[in-house]
């Protein structure tokens, strides 16, 4: 059944009219053009579909649009604030932290969550909060260098 979905998204007031039991990732990527949130495994498992709801990261792919209703959705597109990158982005460039890219939006956005919650995370506390965010490639290694320079570089500004 349709209704009628408002929330706030990357900072911009959003409505829209859907089932409300479509996937938040479905409706990021095809009904509103952000295709940097990926379809992974669709059970919550691998991480691709991770999107920040009231600061705190989820995975679209299990998360029903009608539960976002009010509130507010980051995702990897509106990371970024007039055309400069985010340290978390930053870093994961620096770090060489990506191969082929496809977890990256997710890896970023969960390490984002993690450094909002922990702002200085150890490197045990890193790979527990990185644990299910899967990266075929393996470049976990440069992965957890890259938020590790995040925390540093984020120090104090907050």
């Known amino acids: 059944m349709n209704e009628t979905i408002s929330f706030k ?34 059970k919550a498992l691998c991480g691709a579909c991770t999107v920040m709801v009231n600061n705190r990261a989820v995975r679209s792919c299990i998360v029903p649009v009608r539960s976002i209703k009010g509130k507010n959705v980051l995702t990897i597109e509106g990371l970024a604030k007039n055309g400069k990158l985010h340290p978390i982005q930053e870093a994961f460039v620096k770090h060489d932290a990506l191969q082929c890219g496809f977890c990256t939006p997710g ?29 075929r490639c393996g470049a976990h290694i440069r992965i957890i260098r890259a938020i590790e320079s995040a925390a540093q570089e984020m120090k104090g500004a907050r």
């Open 9 to 42: 998204l990357n900072d911009k007031p959003v409505s829209l009219t859907t089932d409300g039991e479509r996937k938040l990732l479905w409706v990021l990527r095809s009904d509103l053009g952000l295709t940097g949130t990926k379809y992974g495994c669709g």
């Open 107 to 135: 890896m970023i956005l969960n390490a984002y969550s993690l450094l909002l919650r922990n702002p200085q995370p150890t490197r045990r506390e890193i790979i527990e909060g990185m644990e299910y965010n899967l990266c």
